[in-house]
């Protein structure tokens, strides 16, 4: 058996066989999602980076809810310092990073383009489809993040 690998970096072996579409697709946001807090778990424990990401993680879902996706966004972006590496909080930005990965690979948005362009200029129903994959990934990233950093 081979493992492909989709454009979300997550592995075509693996997903129920015979489950449903939504099965599968729940269980790539899982599998991604995994993967990232993954990542952070590997940051240096003694710096507070990892809380702060873990604590982020455990107040996104609430935030898309009140804030809605854009705003929620842009607040990654500014407290990350825009996405630039060594610019901004650590925290925010990787979030904000990890959401435009997936965003990019679930919406087939291009890789060079910023997720913001993306956000401030998409339909009403590509908004609100893209507001669907960050909530239901940010659950995801929420209930890793509690189990595997704090």
Do not use: H
Not at 28 to 46: C, H, N, P, Q, Y
């Amino acid at each position: 058996m081979t493992e492909e690998k989709r454009r979300d970096g997550t592995a075509t072996t693996g997903l129920a066989q015979g489950g449903t579409v939504a099965g599968q697709i729940e269980q790539r946001r899982a599998a991604w999602a995994w993967a990232r807090v993954e990542e952070v778990a590997a940051w240096d424990k003694a710096s507070k980076d990892r809380e702060e990401y873990a604590g982020l993680a455990l107040k996104l879902p609430a935030l898309l809810q009140t804030s809605g996706l854009g705003q929620t966004m842009a607040l990654l972006f500014a407290k990350g310092g825009g996405g630039k590496e060594g610019s901004g909080n650590r925290a925010y930005r990787t979030m904000y990073l990890q959401l435009q990965a997936w965003l990019r690979a679930r919406m087939r948005w291009r890789e060079d383009q910023e997720a913001m362009e993306r956000i401030v200029a998409c339909s009403p129903e590509a908004y609100r489809q893209a507001t669907r994959e960050v909530a239901a990934v940010s659950e995801w990233i929420k209930r890793f993040a509690k189990g595997r950093i704090e």
